[in-house]
Structure formats: structure tokens, C-alpha cells
């Protein structure tokens, strides 16, 4: 699996570059709306945070700082969610390539991986320019937000293999992680803080394989923190064996994929 991902990085990167050149192929603004998009995002969400709901963040007292907090996990997400639907559906969408060119299956998923990776990345350049205007200051923790997107997407990458695999067998299960996505998003302290949760449920997250992320996202760049040391720790728990797991399930139905789809 490692191998065949190593030997075919430069097709990876190229067609994830190609998927954002052309996502939006035919308008007239093409790759801008890659750009567009998110800073229209966090416009409307400063506005609305802002002026109509004035909802505020805890120990800031900048009138865009919920909004901060809103993207700071928000877009993370977005793109974790990409990652695992599109990713669900690969083998379904792409059989035809996957049946007649010899590439490994597995680097299909990572494509799509990488276009997400690419455009989370592009995300938070503009999260990290407005939280300069919010807070006049840049913070070198600013650094550690790479390696954490890094790994919550290699851990969708993982569960994006496994449910690739799955649903050449069981075509429901895109629809059935499009729903369950939903509420996940919901169960995850992103559009709120966690401290709206009653402290007798708050164990909860010690289960939510996903708030270490966001909730790191948002300590670096809302409150310009070190990520926490437990966080880090889970992270890497989480990133890794889900990955893992993706590999092991790829491995063993193969050869099956490519006589299923």
C-alpha cells in the first residue's frame, strides 16, 4: 500500500491539482472560486455572528471572534467530510479508469484525499489572514495546524478506504455516512463551545475521534495556544490505526473491487 501510494505520488498531486483547477471549469472566474467561496464564508459568518446574533467567545473581546472560532473547526471539517464521502465513492465513480488502467486501487482514494488536503490548506491561508486583522498579531503556533490537518485527513483517508471497500458491496453506505456525517458535525463542539454541554456529558468527547482535531484547530488559532499535549496523543491514536485498518481492508478485497464495481 505505502509502495504503490510512493510510486504514484506525482499522479496523486498532479490530478488533485487538476480536480481544483477544473472543479469550477467553464465559469468565468475557474480556479478563483476555490478562493471565493470560503472568504464569502467567513464574511457572512462574521456578519451574522457579529451584528445579528453578537455572539461572543470567551476571553476575546474582538466582535469577529466567535466567527474565528466558527472556521477555525468549521473548515476542517468541511474537508474531513469531503474526504470520506467523495472518498466512499470512488470505486464506484471512477470503475471505469480503475478497470482499464493498471494503477492500484488505493490511489484513487488518495487523489481525492489530496484535493481535499489542498483545498484545506487554501482555507486556512485566508483563516490565518483574518484572524491577523482580528488580533493584529501572528503566533508561531500557527505552525502546528499543518501536521494536524495532515492527520485528521490521513485518518479519513483510512475510513475512506474502508468505506470505498464497503460500498462497492453495499451501495446505500455513501447515503447512509451522508447522514451520519450530520449529525457527527452536530455531536462536535464546532458551531458551539463545549461549554454549553452539561459537564455530566462532556465524557463524551473521550469518544468523538474527531474533537481532538477541532478542538486543537481552535486553541491555536482562536487563542493562539499550544495544542494539548492529550490531544496529540489522541490524534496520532486515532489517525493511525484508522489508516491502518483502511490499508488491511484494501488489501484483502482487492482484487474482489475490481470484479464488483
Excluded at 476575546?60 to 471539517?77: M, R
Excluded at 454541554?197 to 481552535?218: D, S, T
Aim: overall charge positive; aromatic content about 16%.
Amino acid at each position: 500500500m505505502l509502495r504503490s501510494l510512493f510510486n504514484y505520488k506525482k499522479y496523486i498531486i498532479r490530478n488533485a491539482i487538476g480536480e481544483l483547477k477544473y472543479r469550477y471549469a467553464g465559469s468565468a472566474l475557474g480556479f478563483f472560486w476555490n478562493l471565493i467561496n470560503p472568504i464569502l464564508q467567513i464574511l457572512v459568518y462574521t456578519f451574522v455572528f457579529s451584528n445579528i446574533m453578537r455572539a461572543k467567545m470567551a476571553g476575546i473581546e474582538t466582535p469577529g471572534g466567535f466567527s474565528l472560532y466558527l472556521c477555525s473547526g468549521l473548515f476542517a471539517w468541511i474537508s474531513f467530510n469531503e474526504c470520506l464521502i467523495r472518498g466512499a465513492n470512488t470505486y464506484i465513480e471512477s470503475s471505469t479508469y480503475i478497470k482499464k488502467l493498471p494503477i492500484p486501487i488505493e490511489v484513487f482514494v488518495a487523489q481525492r484525499t489530496c484535493s481535499s488536503l489542498l483545498n484545506c490548506l487554501t482555507n486556512y491561508v485566508l483563516i490565518f489572514v483574518y484572524a491577523f486583522i482580528l488580533m493584529g498579531k501572528v503566533s508561531l503556533n500557527w505552525l502546528f495546524v499543518l501536521p494536524i490537518l495532515c492527520l485528521f485527513l490521513l485518518m479519513g483517508f483510512g475510513l475512506a478506504l474502508f468505506l470505498a471497500a464497503i460500498n462497492t458491496v453495499f451501495r446505500d453506505t455513501v447515503h447512509i455516512v451522508n447522514v451520519f456525517m450530520l449529525i457527527w458535525m452536530w455531536a462536535t463542539p464546532i458551531v458551539y463551545a463545549i461549554e454549553i454541554i452539561p459537564e455530566n456529558f462532556r465524557f463524551i468527547m473521550k469518544f468523538n475521534i474527531a474533537y481532538p482535531f477541532i478542538h486543537a484547530l481552535q486553541q491555536i488559532i482562536v487563542f493562539g495556544g499550544m495544542p494539548d499535549y492529550s490531544d496529540m496523543i489522541k490524534m496520532c491514536f486515532f489517525a493511525v490505526p484508522c489508516f491502518v485498518i483502511g490499508c488491511i481492508t484494501t488489501h484483502f478485497s482487492r482484487s474482489d473491487i475490481r470484479d464488483l464495481i
